[in-house]
């Protein structure tokens, strides 16, 4: 079993709906929890870092931490087809340590 | 956030030949290291560069095969050695700024014919 899983998709939504993400994981001693978009051909690009239970906004995307059930969420809000790329959780267990990724979420977003 | 660059960007090489990643950051950061990632495949973390002392690799990586380098707080080299086509991957390298955020570069994506 591996230590952070990811729906690999592709999840397909249409123009102007909510993208919403998830990701599990096992080991409790991850604290710091992070979401990444790449684009194709391209390196992973961080939209959101988090290292505490709940939610923190930032523009349309919404990241959620619920470390009692070892689950992360991030929302997109108003999707844009450039919203679509693959999304990727990742986290470690301290603060600028390794960071163990997901397998990643293609996600459509249809005009 | 840091700027990261990597050279070469995509590179074509033949199996048993070696091949050297370049990772330039335009600040000093402590923390900094090598992820591949192979076709259709997430990220797996291969090494951390440590500045001034050995690199530290992860299980099923080995010095032999990807040796690197850390000269400064700027700076870091891979290198792929005797290369197979299994080598095919996106590689990646990675800071870790004041905030604990962790950037990545662009990718050199490597093809082993």
């Known amino acids: 079993q591996k230590e952070v899983e990811q729906d690999p998709g592709p999840l397909s939504v249409p123009e102007g709906a909510i993208v919403s993400l998830n990701c599990t994981y096992s080991?409790?001693?991850?604290?710091?929890f992070m979401w990444y978009r790449q684009y194709s051909r391209k390196g992973p690009e961080l939209l959101m870092y988090t290292y505490s239970s709940g939610n923190k906004e930032d523009g349309r995307f919404t990241a959620q931490v619920d470390k009692s059930s070892k689950y992360i969420s991030l929302f997109i809000r108003d999707s844009q087809p450039s919203d679509s790329a693959t999304y990727l959780c990742a986290m470690n267990k301290a603060a600028g340590n390794k960071l163990t990724f997901g397998g990643g979420t293609r996600v459509l977003v249809k005009p | 956030s840091a700027v990261i660059s990597q050279k070469p960007s995509r590179d074509i090489c033949q199996r048993g030949t070696s091949l050297t990643i370049q990772c330039q950051v335009d600040?000093?950061?402590?923390?900094m290291f090598w992820y591949r990632q192979q076709p259709g495949q997430s990220l797996t973390l291969i090494a951390t560069a440590n500045q001034g002392s050995e690199a530290t690799y992860e299980s099923g990586f080995v010095i032999d095969k990807f040796p690197i380098s850390r000269p400064n707080l700027t700076f870091s080299t891979l290198t792929v050695s005797n290369m197979s086509p299994e080598d095919s991957s996106i590689y990646l390298c990675s800071v870790v700024d004041r905030a604990y955020e962790q950037y990545f570069g662009p990718g050199t994506r490597l093809t082993v014919t």
């Open positions: 600040s000093q950061v402590t923390m």
């Open positions: 080991n409790s001693a991850f604290q710091y």
